[in-house]
């Protein structure tokens, strides 16, 4: 079955696909940190991970109400993009197409982690 992008169906099978990939657990097992995806001018994802795992993840009609530790923000032609695996977020961040709101060394000291989170995003059936 197919979800709109981005919607609270798809996040929620979003999160399904981090919590049962072994990939993701594993590059993952030491990140600490919350983040919010957003699409500019419009809704975001709330995700709360913890070693390898969602804790939580979220729809939010107004990505401003959670302040996490990372804010990921760009404009819906280069989230598909990522969610196509035509870019690679990190490499949109380091380039200025993705803006990041928090540690990019963090991030860069992650990059196998954020790589996983984004396979298990190309993972969930999406429309648009």
């Given at each position: 079955m197919a979800f709109?992008?981005?919607?609270?169906?798809?996040?929620?099978?979003?999160?399904?696909?981090?919590?049962?990939?072994?990939?993701y657990a594993n590059?993952?097992?030491t990140w600490e940190?919350?983040?919010?995806?957003?699409?500019e001018g419009g809704p975001g994802i709330?995700?709360?991970?913890?070693h390898g795992q969602c804790r939580?993840?979220?729809f939010l009609s107004d990505p401003h109400v959670k302040n996490p530790e990372?804010?990921?923000t760009t404009d819906m032609e280069k989230w598909k993009k990522v969610l196509a695996g035509k870019l690679d977020p990190v490499q949109g961040m380091v380039t200025r197409q993705i803006k990041l709101d928090g540690n990019l060394v963090k991030i860069m000291k992650n990059v196998k982690a954020a790589q996983e989170l984004v396979r298990c995003a190309t993972k969930v059936e999406t429309v648009y």
């Open positions: 709109k992008f981005p919607s609270p169906e798809w996040v929620a099978d979003f999160e399904t696909k981090i919590n049962t990939s072994d990939a590059a993952a097992k940190g919350d983040i919010t995806l957003v699409i709330y995700l709360d991970l913890w939580k993840a979220e990372f804010t990921i």
